[in-house]
Nanobody, 119 residues
Framework: QVQVVESGGGLVQAGGSLRLSCAAS???????????MGWYRQAPGKQRELVAT???????TYADSVKGRFTISRDNAKNTVYLQMNNLKPDDTARFYC??????????WGKGTLVTVSS
């Protein structure tokens, strides 16, 4: 059973930074091979939206709203993905969810970590 666990959320003032981490475990000995990992977020009353993704080959995708402020990186050997968030804004307040996906886009999701940005 693949498990995905996020960490690093918290309360920060506008303009501040946070670094989220996400580790996927349980892939050894399973047929699930991680191809991409990434982050989505869901603010209160809104739909879940893409934040950033990264594939095995290093190709990254970012939402327009976070380009230039957020950076996604990955340690393939550790099945871990990071999200460095700089210049945070109150609009970034949301629960951030991490996923680990295979080549066919089957995904395992974490339970999320809460990021609150105060003005």
């Amino acid at each position: 059973q693949v498990q995905v666990v996020e960490s690093g959320g918290g309360l920060v003032q506008a303009g501040g930074s946070l670094r989220l981490s996400c580790a996927a475990s349980g892939t050894s000995g399973s047929t699930f091979s991680i191809y991409s990992m990434g982050w989505y977020r869901q603010a209160p009353g809104k739909q879940r939206e893409l934040v950033a993704t990264i594939k095995n080959d290093g190709i990254r995708t970012y939402a327009d709203s976070v380009k230039g402020r957020f950076t996604i990186s990955r340690d393939n050997a550790k099945n871990t993905v990071y999200l460095q968030m700089n210049n945070l804004k109150p609009d970034d307040t949301a629960r951030f969810y991490c996923y680990a996906g295979n080549y066919y886009d089957m995904r395992y999701w974490g339970k999320g970590t809460l990021v609150t940005v105060s003005s």
